[in-house]
């Protein structure tokens, strides 16, 4: 078996190698040699802890960890199930943890989980543990648009009625797959009040729903969080 130190300095390597491109061959073939498959779909669990306090959660020898700093530690995940285990271990010992998308970029999966990770700190919400609920605010953290311009055009959305009747379709937009003709049979609307509010949410976002928002995969856990925040504190990007 390879030595813990040798394993740790590969998988550095490949995080930085796997961020936007396929692993070479070589790659995959040196991955083989510390029992991971980069043929198949993984995910990575960032996790703010101590080594050894990770260590100890994370009991399952297939899963690998890394401690990417020495407070965030990342376990790169093949098994669902074992994927499913360690959260509920994790959520049981009140540890904070973002969990990637999977896929067969490492590297990728891992600036998911620690941007994740981040951002459930940042917002000192329990409830994001994946990226898939935030992946709409990384888009435009990275896109450098100017967030909090759109958070307080949304914010005085909630005041009014018919803010409300454009939150309202958004969401159903979003929870009936971005499909215009079932998110006016939801509301039992006709599919042009749809066009007619979604050209309106466009032109106050100036983002294209139909777009933008398929693109960022946007979803309806994202959009909870948003709208939860807004009535609540009002919601703010610091």
Same mark, same amino acid.
């Given at each position: 078996?390879?030595?813990?130190?040798?394993?740790?300095?590969?998988?550095?390597?490949?995080?930085?190698?796997?961020?936007?491109?396929?692993?070479?061959?070589?790659?995959?073939?040196?991955?083989?040699?510390?029992?991971?498959?980069?043929?198949?779909?993984?995910?990575?669990?960032?996790?703010?802890?101590?080594?050894?306090?990770?260590?100890?959660?994370?009991?399952?020898?297939?899963?690998?960890?890394?401690?990417?700093?020495?407070?965030?530690?990342?376990?790169?995940?093949?098994?669902?199930?074992?994927?499913?285990?360690?959260?509920?271990?994790?959520?049981?010992?009140?540890?904070?943890?973002?969990?990637?998308?999977?896929?067969?970029?490492?590297?990728?999966?891992?600036?998911?989980?620690?941007?994740?990770?981040?951002?459930?700190?940042?917002?000192?919400?329990? #409830?994001?543990?994946? /990226?898939?609920?935030?992946? &709409?605010?990384? !888009?435009?953290? *990275?896109? $450098?648009?100017?967030?909090?311009?759109?958070?307080?055009?949304?914010?005085?959305?909630?005041?009014?009625?018919?803010?409300?009747?454009?939150?309202?379709?958004?969401?159903?937009?979003?929870?009936?797959?971005?499909?215009?003709?079932?998110?006016?049979?939801?509301?039992?609307?006709?599919?042009?009040?749809?066009?007619?509010?979604?050209?309106?949410?466009?032109?106050?976002?100036?983002?294209?729903?139909?777009?933008?928002? #398929?693109?960022?995969? /946007?979803?309806?856990?994202? &959009?909870?969080? !948003?709208?939860? *925040?807004? $009535?609540?504190?009002?919601?703010?990007?610091?």
């Amino acid at each position: 078996r390879q030595s813990v130190q040798s394993q740790q300095r590969f998988l550095y390597n490949l995080i930085q190698a796997t961020q936007s491109q396929a692993p070479t061959s070589e790659l995959i073939a040196t991955a083989q040699q510390f029992g991971l498959d980069l043929t198949k779909a993984h995910t990575v669990i960032a996790i703010d802890g101590q080594p050894n306090e990770l260590a100890r959660l994370n009991n399952e020898p297939d899963n690998l960890m890394l401690m990417l700093t020495n407070e965030v530690g990342l376990v790169i995940i093949q098994d669902p199930l074992a994927c499913g285990r360690l959260q509920k271990r994790l959520t049981n010992a009140h540890r904070q943890f973002g969990v990637s998308e999977s896929g067969m970029l490492i590297g990728k999966a891992v600036t998911e989980a620690v941007t994740t990770l981040r951002l459930r700190k940042k917002l000192n919400d329990a #409830t994001i543990t994946a /990226y898939r609920q935030i992946s &709409f605010y990384d !888009l435009l953290l *990275r896109a $450098n648009l100017p967030v909090q311009g759109i958070v307080d055009r949304f914010n005085e959305l909630t005041t009014s009625n018919s803010g409300h009747e454009l939150i309202a379709t958004i969401w159903e937009f979003i929870q009936s797959g971005l499909n215009v003709s079932q998110t006016a049979k939801h509301l039992f609307v006709h599919r042009n009040t749809v066009n007619y509010r979604l050209d309106r949410i466009q032109k106050i976002f100036r983002l294209t729903p139909k777009t933008q928002l #398929t693109c960022s995969n /946007y979803s309806l856990d994202t &959009f909870t969080l !948003l709208t939860s *925040r807004s $009535n609540s504190n009002k919601w703010r990007w610091n």
